[in-house]
């Protein structure tokens, strides 16, 4: 969006504004259907009628919108109409999985769609514009909002922001933005330190460039609306205050010229901070470094008079940031009609209920193509024609908790259970349930209950994990396992004797002890999926759906192995289980449990014929990659194929793989096809000591394969030659 040019209709208003009402139309308040951060002393419905407020957040549904836009367009001074946001991450009213679930279907399309329906019921509900996408890199599962990232891969959330920021965007009927998309956290959030939430991130300018910047910048290029800076400091300098990176780097390098929306009181917390000493000089420096609208803080309104006085802002740049809301406004249509999207016909069947049949076939799809099969000892699955299967645990028949954090307007009742899924899927076979255990704690561990339901099962269905409320904003864990408890149920089901099937339900790769693993016959990483999780995961174990998900997301072994990632980089002494004076642990393994990428299918693929369309390349040139990918096993499936690169002799040392491309091939049993990636040249090149591209002459490989595990990697080589 371009914001900032001139507009008959702004400018006039500008002019007719006293210095409160444009304070009022950068400051964002939250009413409270949903607490999304420390509720403020405000009643932000009884200040909209003197423009105290340009926008709100966490106000949904077409009643109370309505009532607010009212109050704001027929009985404030200037009629300025109000635009309200909410935190639309993972579907509104049909709940898609959660996004570390969601990225692991590697499919643009889907990840696009599930946005573009999210954003439709969205609309039909008031909301102008969703926090989302989050684009955070994140490699430490004990950050709570590893949840609501695309894993731990740049360009994997690039390519997820991109196509996020398509579908919340794309058209509606009368050609305007359905759901203004706002990407964040701008930057570098995931690298907190220890995954502790809110905490510094103290990280190299190579990191920012190569890890943590990149998937702004695709947001930026795919024309999001709107920009949310971090809450963190990023090597000493906040976020929300951050000139260099804000205003210099977003707004005039990248020409970045659509809404930056602070945090929810993120303004203030300047002072925490320890770089303001009062809320005239927090709000100076947000102002300053670019920020339009103050979410919460009451920065800007009660600030801004005193940081105008003291001459540390101009009426200029406060000028600026209402000009930008008010275009936003303007080009949302909501000067022309105020109550637009409400009054859509396509609006109306979104909110309808029950959820229409087309909503719900989406979120099942997208839950099938985000469960990971993790194992499957002997060809288990799928079940075949079981007469008993014995479900335990208390993610089973959990409506809410499978839903996940960030769950919008989302509805337990309007969720279907792994327990009723199961019923419905296995009509023929008799599924008992038991709880079992809690979700932490043992007080109402129940064996014996669980005993009773798995006795004579052909095979216990054990959902264990986290609740909703065990991952998301605020809540880190130092240690991300599945809570004592629920591995007592565990512990009582491998005894039984039955084969166990695990499925994971959490938000983040959940430790398992090594027994679990070992013992259970199949695993699956269901995650959050949302409301179809039910079904989904009953499809895939009766077979009628053959899973395709894979990790998005590197999964350790034990908490000491975070932060992990499949990108890092050679030391001087690689890891050698056989070298006592090799990088790794004493007490751990190395490796990760699974490695990002990884997923199994019921059929079977094989590549040959990894090849080149030459093999020394120029910086401009570029080269296609190819590999003949066969489905060999039993059935049809899809099949994803990773392009992965590796520079192993530069000026400084760069990562031992890094992903370039992927691509996804649906099967049939038997079939073979081509899979071909473009690669330019000039996307090869790392930065130099001076922070300028650069690429050297001599060889450069190329992996291509399943995953990031090398076990599952061809190699091809090129050679770089630059005349
Ligand atoms: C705080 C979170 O950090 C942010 O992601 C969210 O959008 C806001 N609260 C509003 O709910």
């Not at 809301?325 to 069947?349: C, I």
């Not at 090869?684 to 690429?695: A, G, I, S, T």
């Amino acid at each position: 969006m371009k914001l900032s040019g001139k507009s008959a209709r702004s400018d006039a208003l500008i002019g007719r504004m006293n210095l409160s009402e444009k304070l009022g139309q950068i400051s964002m308040l939250a009413d409270g259907l949903v607490e999304t951060g420390p509720p403020g002393p405000h009643n932000p419905f009884n200040m909209i009628v003197d423009g105290r407020v340009g926008s709100l957040l966490n106000v949904w549904g077409a009643h109370l919108v309505r009532e607010a836009q009212r109050k704001a367009v027929e009985e404030s001074r200037l009629g300025v109409p109000l635009f309200f946001g909410l935190d639309v991450v993972h579907g509104h009213k049909s709940i898609h999985p959660v996004p570390i679930g969601e990225a692991g279907s590697f499919d643009r399309q889907l990840w696009e769609a599930t946005a573009r329906d999210s954003a439709i019921e969205a609309m039909a509900d008031g909301v102008h514009m969703t926090f989302a996408p989050m684009i955070d890199v994140a490699r430490d599962p004990r950050w709570g909002r590893i949840v609501e990232t695309a894993g731990e891969d740049p360009l994997v959330n690039a390519e997820f922001g991109r196509a996020r920021v398509r579908g919340y965007q794309a058209p509606d009927a009368q050609g305007l933005m359905r759901l203004a998309a706002c990407a964040k956290h701008f930057c570098a959030y995931g690298a907190v330190l220890s995954g502790r939430d809110y905490a510094e991130a103290d990280i190299s300018w190579r990191a920012l460039e190569e890890i943590y910047l990149p998937p702004f910048r695709a947001c930026v290029d795919e024309g999001v609306a709107a920009i949310m800076p971090a809450f963190v400091d990023v090597a000493g300098v906040a976020m929300t205050a951050h000139k260099r990176l804000l205003r210099d780097m977003l707004r005039a390098r990248w020409r970045f010229d659509g809404l930056i929306v602070s945090d929810y009181n993120a303004i203030a917390e300047l002072i925490n901070h320890g770089v303001a000493a009062d809320l005239a000089e927090a709000a100076a420096l947000a102002l300053n470094a670019g920020v339009d609208i103050d979410m919460m803080s009451d920065a800007y309104f009660n600030g801004l008079p005193i940081a105008l006085a003291r001459g540390l802002v101009s009426m200029d740049d406060v000028d600026m940031a209402v000009r930008r809301v008010l275009n936003f406004k303007e080009q949302l249509g909501l000067f022309d009609d105020p109550y637009r999207n409400m009054a859509h016909k396509t609006a109306k069947s979104a909110t309808s209920k029950p959820l229409a049949p087309e909503r719900r076939a989406l979120s099942r799809q997208a839950a099938q193509s985000s469960i990971v099969l993790l194992k499957n000892a002997d060809g288990f699955l799928p079940l075949k024609a079981p007469r008993m299967l014995a479900v335990l645990g208390p993610l089973a028949d959990s409506p809410n908790d499978q839903l996940g954090p960030w769950a919008s307007a989302g509805a337990g009742e309007d969720a279907v259970t792994f327990v009723a899924g199961l019923r419905e899927t296995f009509a023929q076979t008799d599924v008992r349930y038991a709880k079992g255990a809690p979700f932490e704690g043992r007080d109402e561990v129940d064996l014996e209950a669980a005993r009773k339901t798995l006795a004579g099962a052909d095979a216990i269905i054990l959902c264990i994990g986290e609740s909703r409320l065990m991952s998301g904003e605020a809540v880190s864990r130092t240690r991300p396992e599945v809570p004592e408890g629920q591995l007592e149920l565990a512990r009582t089901a491998l005894e039984s004797g039955a084969p166990v099937i695990l499925a994971i339900n959490s938000g983040r790769p959940l430790i398992l002890p090594d027994w679990l693993v070992e013992g259970a016959q199949a695993i699956l990483a269901a995650w959050h999926a949302g409301t179809e999780a039910g079904p989904a995961l009953a499809q895939i174990l009766s077979g009628a759906c053959n899973p395709s998900a894979r990790l998005a997301i590197t999964w350790p072994r034990v908490t000491g192995q975070a932060p992990i990632f499949y990108g890092i980089r050679p030391t001087g002494r690689p890891h050698d289980p056989q070298n006592g004076w090799s990088t790794g642990f004493s007490d751990a393994p190395f490796d990760p449990r699974w490695s990002f990428g990884q997923g199994l299918s019921y059929t079977r693929f094989t590549r040959a014929n990894l090849r080149v369309d030459r093999d020394t390349l120029g910086l401009d040139d570029l080269v296609s990659v190819s590999v003949d990918v066969t489905n060999a096993g039993v059935c049809d499936g899809v099949e994803t194929v990773f392009l992965f690169s590796r520079d192993p002799v530069a000026q400084v040392t760069r990562p031992m793989l890094e992903l370039h491309d992927f691509t996804k091939v649906a099967l049939r049993q038997g079939e073979t096809r081509t899979v071909v990636f473009v690669v330019k040249a000039r996307d090869l090149c790392y930065l130099d000591e001076d922070r300028k591209p650069r690429l050297d002459d001599g060889a450069m490989q190329f992996h291509i394969g399943a995953s990031a595990r090398p076990a599952d990697l061809d190699r091809i080589d090129v050679t770089i030659a630059q005349g």
